[in-house]
């Protein structure tokens, strides 16, 4: 377990690994959404980006309208209307200021999971080439796809390539101060896209003692090594729902709709709820203070706790307490003197 604190502040975290024209992905698939680190990362003017997002709603779109954003990879984005409604997606592919690839979920999470087992490519349903997504490209062309022969049985297999973004930004209920992240819930492609990306960024409900997370072990999706930076943010994923600690927001998510149907709606929402709120603390405070704290109190979830599962074990290390291994009752020393006079011990 590392023994160095990686808590800082969504401004240091994103001022120190997220940069421009980075490959950047959102970690988080629909649920519990990293609201407040997209919202720091428009604050910041960050440009230049390609996005990975495997369903994106507000924040793909603020992302997008703050001018982020040069190209998109996803299997779905709100585009509410379609070509002749109104999202900041929609506007700038109209615009030409947006590029976009199309995948399925499976061929989505294939890519995330092919980089992070190291892997450069996987293949995906045979069925993909009767698909418009294989036939239309984007900005990927040729490389969206790769038709093979399998080796084994001469059939045409699909393929596609490994993504190993720059950073990803997730969202977490828990993590401890050294960066191990806890997360239940909707799985989707949390774990992938961040443990395929090179530099990972968590926010999270409460930040815990490390006592809470080996105590329950099979939660931990990110383990401290691999992440560069923690942040505790109450309410970080709202308007957006995290299990166990609040609902989705109807009323903001409703208000979000009819500003993004509009670039001047739009502009003026993300003048009060991006650039007007420097911090998490900021929106909320004036949440409550326009909607009063009723609104908020209403969506907190109420407790339903999982039984606790038994991890004890006679002991956890093979030395005990007089630092004598437990079969041969020899100390460190003793039994590297046993090895020396046997010839098996190596410098």
């Not at 530099?199 to 401290?224: F, K």
């Amino acid at each position: 377990m590392e023994d160095k604190s990686k808590v800082m502040t969504a401004q240091e975290a994103i001022r120190r690994f997220v940069h421009d024209g980075d490959q950047l992905v959102l970690g988080n698939y629909t649920v519990g959404t990293c609201a407040e680190l997209v919202n720091e990362i428009v604050r910041q003017g960050r440009q230049g980006f390609t996005l990975y997002s495997q369903s994106g709603i507000f924040d793909v779109d603020i992302l997008v309208a703050g001018g982020c954003v040069d190209r998109l990879v996803t299997t779905y984005v709100l585009r509410a209307g379609g070509k002749n409604g109104g999202s900041a997606v929609e506007r700038a592919i109209q615009a030409g200021t947006l590029q976009i690839e199309d995948y399925t979920n499976y061929q989505y999470n294939a890519r995330l999971v092919a980089g992070m087992h190291g892997f450069t490519l996987l293949p995906v349903f045979e069925s993909t080439l009767a698909t418009d997504l294989f036939r239309q490209r984007g900005f990927m062309g040729d490389k969206k796809y790769a038709v093979i022969e399998c080796p084994f049985t001469g059939r045409n297999i699909v393929l596609v390539p490994a993504v190993n973004p720059d950073v990803c930004v997730v969202h977490v209920q828990r993590a401890d101060r050294f960066g191990n992240a806890q997360y239940w819930g909707a799985q989707g492609s949390v774990a992938a896209a961040a443990l395929a990306s090179k530099r990972i960024i968590v926010s999270c409900e409460e930040i815990v003692d490390e006592a809470i997370i080996r105590s329950s072990p099979h939660l931990t999706i990110l383990p401290a090594f691999r992440v560069d930076a923690v942040v505790e943010i109450p309410w970080g994923a709202s308007p957006s729902e995290v299990l166990g600690y609040y609902n989705m927001d109807m009323l903001m998510y409703g208000l979000f709709m009819a500003a993004d149907s509009t670039a001047d709606g739009l502009k003026a929402w993300m003048a009060e709820w991006v650039y007007g709120c420097p911090d998490r603390k900021a929106y909320i405070d004036r949440y409550i203070s326009k909607f009063g704290s009723r609104s908020l109190d209403a969506i907190k979830a109420k407790p339903f706790y999982s039984a606790p599962a038994n991890y004890g074990s006679a002991f956890t290390s093979r030395w005990d307490q007089d630092g004598r291994e437990r079969n041969l009752g020899v100390t460190m020393e003793e039994l590297e003197s046993i090895l020396h006079e046997r010839g098996k011990f190596y410098e």
